[in-house]
C-alpha cells in the first residue's frame, strides 16, 4: 500500500496550485481520504476531507479557497488551492482511513512554499 502525493511547489500569495495524491496497492475507493498540513514548528493540522460518497468537509482557514475531490476509479484525490496565502505555507500529506475512527494510512509529504 503506497499514498504518492505531488503537486507542490513555490508560488506567490494569492496564487493557486493543485496536489495530487495517488494510492496504490489497494483499491481504496470506499474509503474517506483527506489532507493534513505541517507548517514549521508547528503540530499537523487538518486540511480537508472527502468520504466515498463525496461529501466534504474543510478546516475553516481553507474554506472558499480550498477544494478537495477525488477519482475512485483512478485512486486519485486533488485538493485545488486557490488564492493562497503565506500561512498555508507547509507539508502537505495525504491520507486514507477505513472510517472516521479508524486509523490513517499516511503517504508521504509535498511541501508548499507561499512567499509574499
Known amino acids: 500500500v503506497q499514498l504518492q502525493a505531488s503537486g507542490g511547489g513555490l508560488v506567490q500569495a494569492g496564487g493557486s496550485l493543485r496536489l495530487s495524491c495517488a494510492a496504490s496497492?489497494?483499491?481504496?475507493?470506499?474509503y474517506i481520504w483527506g489532507w493534513h498540513r505541517q507548517a514549521p514548528g508547528r503540530p499537523r493540522e487538518f486540511v480537508?476531507?472527502?468520504?466515498?460518497?463525496?461529501?466534504?468537509n474543510y478546516a475553516d482557514s481553507g474554506k472558499g479557497r480550498f477544494t478537495i475531490s477525488r477519482d475512485n476509479a483512478k485512486n486519485v484525490m486533488y485538493l485545488q488551492m486557490n488564492s493562497l496565502k503565506v500561512e498555508d505555507t507547509g507539508v502537505y500529506y495525504c491520507?486514507?482511513?477505513?472510517?472516521?475512527?479508524?486509523?490513517?494510512?499516511w503517504g508521504q509529504g509535498t511541501l508548499v512554499t507561499v512567499s509574499s
Open positions: 496497492g489497494s483499491d481504496f475507493s470506499g
Open positions: 491520507y486514507v482511513r477505513r472510517h472516521s475512527f479508524a486509523s490513517q494510512i
Open positions: 480537508a476531507a472527502i468520504t466515498s460518497g463525496g461529501s466534504t
